[in-house]
């Protein structure tokens, strides 16, 4: 009565690894389609966050599952230290390194945007950029420190931890 079972198939190794290259460059090219899709609606078309709202949850939450499963696979600390073998800059580092080149970036839109906005000579829209940027260092940095640092840390912590979970059976 084993009318649900499935019998073991035999694979091809090759032919998993073609289908898993398949998979991997469609996802590449439906994150691209939607994020064309978010940037056309937003400057093109003038739209809303309403209007966007599914090309969000389709760019961060793919990132999102795909950050959760290689964590609860153990597979993240694996690439980690594949990466960190071959880079000369640390994962970790590199983390830290996008956090600020991100900060400055957000500081300077905001500077600009402050600056052209508000400014009514140029001296003013200086004074406003410089400011404006300033102050949006001093608040993003932290967070977005705390944010992908914290991340980076227990997604490191939780993957190493299922790791040895799994080198124990």
């Known amino acids: 009565m084993n009318l649900f079972k499935r019998t073991k198939k035999t694979t091809d190794e090759r032919i998993e690894n073609v289908g898993n290259k398949i998979y ?26 309403e209007e966007v709202v599914l090309e969000l949850v389709i760019l961060i939450g793919g990132g999102v ?4 499963r290689s964590i609860f696979l153990g597979v993240f600390w694996d690439e980690v230290e594949m ?11 590199k983390t830290i390194f996008s956090s600020i ?32 940027s300033f102050v949006s260092v001093i608040i993003y940095l932290p967070i ?10 227990l997604a490191k912590k939780v993957s190493m931890r299922n790791q040895e979970d799994d080198k124990e059976l």
């Open 24 to 49: 991997r460059e469609m996802y590449h090219v439906i994150m691209a389609i939607c994020l064309i899709s978010f940037v056309v609606k937003m400057y093109k078309y003038g739209a809303g966050i």
């Open 65 to 68: 599952y795909f950050l959760a």
């Open 101 to 132: 080149g991100l900060a400055f970036i957000i500081a300077v839109v905001m500077g600009i945007n402050s600056a052209v906005s508000y400014a009514d000579s140029s001296s003013q829209g200086l004074w406003y950029f410089t400011l404006v």
């Open 83 to 93: 990466h960190d073998r071959t880079s000369k800059t640390s994962m970790s580092m």
């Open 144 to 153: 977005l420190l705390l944010l992908f640092g914290g991340i980076y840390l």
